[in-house]
């Protein structure tokens, strides 16, 4: 009952072996436990201080808002932390290879979304897939969004995607 599904900056295949792959699986599979001591300390500060750190480390996104700061303020927690390093750590080692069998079966309600200059996901994976799967629907993006669309063009990409998805909408 999937009409359509999209596929942003889709890290479905070699994730380790991409470029962010290459620096993050050393520190992600072997170091990440050396991250918990930190973490642990600065979870002590005052809210108001966490909100201050995330800000700077924040500070160079052309449209940061209020929801991005209280949301990352939970990066201050030892257990999600833990999680999301774990999580990361296994994504390295089991992403491996796409999964062309399940693409082709549902290409036509599939709109894959790749970067230029991603790093996760770099362009030649988007060369790739669109040789492998002609007729469907695969985007170069052409505005420079990154992958962390969402802490500065999270309106822009929505805006984009209710617009891919118009016909679809009126389906319903």
Not at 13 to 19: D, F, G, I, L, T
Not at 108 to 114: D, G, M, P, S
């Amino acid at each position: 009952q999937v009409l359509r599904s999209v596929l942003l900056f889709p890290t479905i295949e070699r994730m380790a072996q991409s470029p962010q792959g290459k620096l993050m699986t050393p520190l992600l599979c072997k170091l990440r436990y050396i991250l918990y001591m930190p973490v642990y300390l600065l979870s002590f500060l005052p809210e108001g201080v966490k909100a201050s750190l995330v800000r700077f480390a924040l500070r160079g996104m052309k449209t940061c808002d209020e929801s991005s700061i209280t949301t990352s303020i939970n990066l201050f927690s030892v257990d999600c932390i833990a999680n999301i390093l774990y999580m990361a750590s296994q994504e390295m080692m089991k992403v491996v290879e796409r999964d062309s069998t399940t693409i082709k079966q549902n290409l036509k309600k599939l709109i894959f979304y790749y970067g230029t200059g991603d790093s996760w996901c770099p362009q030649h994976y988007y060369d790739e897939i669109k040789m492998d799967f002609p007729d469907g629907d695969i985007r170069l993006c052409e505005k420079g969004l990154r992958h962390a669309f969402v802490l500065d063009a999270s309106k822009e990409m929505a805006a984009m995607i209710a617009d891919w998805l118009q016909d679809d909408l009126t389906k319903l």
